[in-house]
């Protein structure tokens, strides 16, 4: 079992920032990637990022290119999603999760216009 606990959501202004963080624990050795989704009200859960534990290949929605920066740090077995000028369409609860299907609780993410 691993277990995922993301934190870091809030309100912010449109073109503001905010850092996620996604901590996992349990049997942490067997993790080979770590993602994000995001769901927004009325709308399906989908993907914003990817990144490979191991040579830290990266992978993103086109939505959020250039704006979004997926990140790990492997001792503290957390990844990271730092998100950059924000837009109201970002808002949603975002989730991390890992193969083959652990999911954490959401953490809201709230931009305002």
């Known amino acids: 079992q691993v277990q995922l606990v993301e934190s870091g959501g809030g309100l912010v202004q449109a073109g503001g920032s905010l850092r996620l963080s996604c901590a996992a624990s349990?049997?942490?050795?067997?993790?080979?990637?770590m993602n994000w989704f995001r769901q927004a009200p009325g709308k399906e859960r989908e993907f914003v990022a990817s990144?490979?534990?191991?040579?830290?290949?990266?992978n993103y929605a086109d939505s959020v290119k250039g704006r979004f920066t997926i990140s790990r740090d492997n001792a503290k077995n957390t990844v990271y999603l730092q998100m950059n000028n924000l837009k109201p369409e970002d808002t949603a609860v975002y989730f991390c999760r890992t193969p083959p299907n652990y999911w954490g609780q959401g953490t809201q993410v709230t931009v305002s216009s």
């Open positions: 349990g049997r942490t050795f067997n993790i080979y990637t």
């Open positions: 990144i490979m534990w191991s040579g830290g290949y990266t």
